[in-house]
């Protein structure tokens, strides 16, 4: 995994990042209290009609039922505090609210958490455990790329449909080579050890 304020590579035991010193207790004592969110879409910006919010949680459903061991949820915040960019907020967030299920420390946690920010205009998302020896920082990037110019463009339901149509994309093709971490039994095995190797080198 990748310190999520300086990006340098670290281990998931590691209480505190080597690099730059960030840790979820000094996230807390700059961030103060977890704001109250729900899993799913907790559209806390209020940039969603009741349209737009219908047809997120549709296909958050669809996701689930594509990969059932996965559970994502969308939050839409209006900034963030100073002092923390984007990524590092989103894993507080992943750690520290409810939005995500009771975390597993041995790697057994296939949360995902996509932010969106309407004061800056971007996304943001964090991975559990579980997925990030096989989502990394470039299947993140370009996840996240497929819905940038609609958000850029104000159109932020669009943006988040963009998004999660290119995450199913990407789970999609890294089950091909690894259906056992998503539960996919009738999907067939193909180099799954290089797969997953393929996946950690970013």
């Known amino acids: 995994m990748h310190c999520p304020y300086c990006q340098v590579r670290v281990r998931e035991s590691d209480p505190i990042c080597a690099s730059c010193g960030i840790s979820l ?8 209290a977890v704001p109250r969110l729900v899993s799913g879409l907790s559209d806390d910006a209020g940039l ?26 969308v939050v839409t915040l209006d900034g963030i505090p100073a002092g923390v960019n984007l990524p590092t907020y989103t894993f507080w967030l992943f750690n520290r609210s409810d939005v995500v299920r009771k975390l597993d420390t041995d790697g057994r946690n296939y949360d995902i958490l996509l932010t969106i920010d309407a004061a800056g205009r971007n996304a943001a998302m964090t991975v559990g455990y579980g997925l990030e020896p096989l989502v990394g920082k470039r299947h993140l990037r370009q996840i996240l790329d ?17 998004i999660l149509e290119k995450l199913r994309e990407t789970l999609r093709e890294i089950a091909l080579g690894t259906p056992a971490a998503f539960a996919l039994p009738d999907t067939p095995v193909v180099e799954a050890k290089s797969m997953a190797e393929a996946a950690l080198d970013f």
């Not at 207790?25 to 103060?32: N, P, Q």
């Not at 497929?146 to 963009?162: C, E, K, R, W």
């Open 48 to 73: 969603m009609s009741r349209r737009d919010s219908r047809r997120i949680h549709r296909e958050l459903r669809e996701t689930h039922v594509r990969f059932r061991q996965v559970e994502v949820s």
């Open 146 to 162: 497929a819905g940038q110019a609609h958000l850029a463009a104000d159109a932020y339901a669009a943006g988040v449909l963009m």
């Open 25 to 32: 207790e000094k996230a807390d004592a700059m961030l103060g």
